[in-house]
């Protein structure tokens, strides 16, 4: 999986009540919907400044807080092609993964606001397109690229009846 | 090579000798969903050709983020809720029995040595009964009520010692803050973390659960402790059931051990927008509030309602302040009648709302207007956390809670207490 696009840059501790805050996760399960709203309290605009296949790029510990699987499935109906942080809060990373949302832990201090960047997953390469260099990922443990090959958690039980890990 | 409690208890639900970073396939003992993360999880079992449950015996989804239901949208997903259950056969608590962090342990079904997956991230509260309980999303929830499984890595572990006792009108929620405080709210990421020491040993249960519940504020998967002879009085309130304990061997491995002396903690305060943000109160005594809440997973139990009104008897609530008081659960609401605790709160001039997650999560029962100040005894102080983007949340314990709406701005409760 290869994706390209613009950078929107967060500071650490982007939490999950920032991606998709409380007051809307709890009406509905219309996901386009919550997607207009995505990290509307850090910026109220933030929606309407996604092209589609732009990347969020965050600090450590990204996707702090609640359980909530309305903030990995927001970003990626708001249009997003992954997300890139230093480090992910580990209940955010699994939801990610399970829903399809490509997740990159890389040193993001090297990725400045709207860069042009060339991620490949399988390879685990990001290449930032605007500074012309090359910045190693961490690459996913062999159980979640089982689960993210089959196309989330889902399609995996689907396919296999339950766990085939 | 001896284990921690977690890779313990992974081992035996794996069937496998586990340690730190394998991963394994385990069973689960129980599993919760609330109303903000259940109707994905119905959505998700759909998704994946589910029939029926692996043991609706082993099942509880609880109705308490928005309760009763504040509009037709949050109606529409309870009633999905609802549906489900009585479809498959689960048991639901619905509108009014309480927050699934205190209904879950009072069920009697989670006890030492039991491994818990819920749709909510506190989940990590069961922990203060020696269980390793840890919050998921919709879609694990899912793969659970099919297949009573769950895949997981076995965390490496850091351990807290805590020497010394707490002082007088010093509480767990001052410990666990100061813990959060100083390892941040990434501290324990991908982490298990233990709590041991005199200072848990002398703690009653409900005051073990307010440490357990913000382990996930460190960014830890559990907040585990050793089962003792209050654990057992405590179960035993609610069950006959027998569990067998799960202590950690003395030469378990761990990521860090981090030793610290309560006995001169003062009360702590975390300050707006990050958990990790904390300081002693002495440093923010003198803020107005406009809001003090009183509730949540973290302290909505007996002992805190008893606290506050301890403080707060015969006395009048500053006329500046909204106090709102969410008991934890149904049981604790009633027993909080008959002895009085309410009628003192009541008196004083609370707004007690129905036992749930109050006005915590932002949905209801309480939105800060903007730019006021709210102390709240909740675990989050997120930016909008409440439902407002402008407002400042600041966190405290249930003393500090019941002394700052008094005076109307934040204040050591030690002044109140003889």
Redesign the interface.
């Known amino acids: 999986m290869k994706f390209e696009g613009k950078t929107h840059k967060f500071g650490n501790?982007v939490?999950t009540?920032?991606i998709i805050?409380?007051?809307y996760?709890?009406?509905?399960?219309d996901m386009r919907e919550l997607a207009k709203h995505v990290m509307?309290?850090l910026d109220p605009d933030f929606y309407s400044k996604i092209s589609k296949g732009d990347f969020i790029v965050g600090g450590?510990?990204f996707g702090?807080?609640?359980?909530?699987?309305?903030a990995p499935?927001a970003i990626k109906y708001a249009d997003i092609s992954a997300v890139l942080a230093k480090?992910f809060?580990?209940?955010f990373y699994?939801?990610a993964i399970?829903?399809g949302l490509p997740v990159v832990e890389c040193d993001t201090d090297l990725i400045d606001p709207g860069d042009e960047l060339e991620v490949d997953l399988a390879g685990g390469t990001v290449i930032n397109k605007t500074k012309g260099t090359s910045i190693p990922a961490k690459p996913l443990?062999p159980?979640m690229i089982k689960i993210l090959n089959d196309g989330?958690?889902?399609?995996h039980?689907?396919k296999h009846g339950?766990?085939n890990? | 090579m001896g284990q921690t409690i977690i890779e313990k208890i992974l081992s035996q639900h794996s069937g496998q000798n586990t340690s730190a970073n394998d991963?394994v396939?385990a069973r689960v003992d129980f599993i919760m969903g609330q109303?903000?993360?259940s109707?994905?999880a119905i959505?998700?079992f759909e998704?994946?050709?589910?029939k029926e449950v692996f043991d609706p015996q082993k099942i509880a989804l609880v109705i308490d983020?928005?309760s009763p239901s504040p509009?037709d949208?949050?109606s529409g997903?309870h009633k999905l809720m609802r549906e489900f259950a009585r479809s498959k056969g689960v048991h639901l608590y619905d509108i009014g029995e309480g927050v699934c962090h205190q209904v879950v342990p009072e069920s009697g079904k989670v006890g030492p040595g039991c491994l818990v997956i819920g749709?909510?991230?506190h989940?990590c509260t069961y922990g203060a009964l020696n269980a390793f309980s840890t919050?998921?999303?919709?879609?694990?929830l899912?793969?659970g009520l099919?297949?009573g499984?769950m895949?997981f890595?076995v965390p490496e572990t850091i351990k807290f010692v805590c020497h010394g006792e707490l002082p007088k009108g010093v509480y767990s929620k001052d410990l666990i803050l100061h813990l959060i405080g100083d390892v941040t709210?990434?501290g324990a990421?991908?982490k298990a973390v233990e709590f041991t020491g005199q200072a848990i040993d002398t703690l009653s249960m409900d005051a073990r659960f307010t440490i357990s519940n913000m382990a996930i504020e460190m960014?830890a998967?559990a907040g585990l402790m050793e089962a003792d002879e209050k654990t057992f009085s405590w179960l035993a309130r609610f069950t006959d059931k027998q569990f067998e304990p799960v202590k950690a061997d003395p030469d378990a491995s761990y990521a860090d051990i981090r030793e610290y002396d309560v006995s001169g903690l003062e009360p702590q305060i975390a300050k707006p927008h990050?958990v990790d943000n904390v300081s002693p109160l002495s440093e923010v005594a003198g803020t107005p509030v406009q809001q003090a809440v009183l509730g949540t997973c973290t302290n909505g139990r007996l002992e805190d309602l008893r606290i506050a009104a301890s403080i707060i008897k015969g006395r009048k609530i500053n006329p500046d302040v909204r106090f709102i008081v969410a008991p934890a659960s149904k049981t604790i609401y009633l027993e909080a009648m008959r002895d009085g605790t309410l009628q003192a709160l009541v008196e004083a001039g609370a707004a007690v709302v129905t036992p749930g997650c109050g006005p915590c999560?932002?949905?209801h029962n309480g939105v800060p207007s903007d730019g006021e100040n709210v102390i709240s005894t909740a675990n989050?102080n997120?930016?909008?956390?409440m439902?407002n983007?402008n407002a400042f949340i600041y966190l405290g314990s249930p003393a500090t809670v019941a002394a700052s709406a008094l005076t109307g701005e934040i204040t050591d409760p030690r002044e109140f207490i003889k």
């Open positions: 501790d939490n009540d920032y805050s409380g007051k996760k709890f009406k509905t399960l509307e309290d450590s510990n702090c807080g609640s359980s909530r699987e309305q499935l480090s809060a580990r209940i699994r939801n399970n829903t443990p159980v989330g958690l889902a399609p039980f689907r339950g766990f890990l | 991963i396939v109303d903000g993360t109707p994905l959505r998700a998704n994946m050709d589910g983020h928005s509009n949208g949050v997903l749709a909510d991230s989940t919050g998921v999303g919709s879609t694990d899912a793969g099919i297949s499984k895949w890595k709210a990434d990421t991908y960014g998967k990050t999560v932002g949905t989050r997120f930016k909008g956390r439902g983007s």
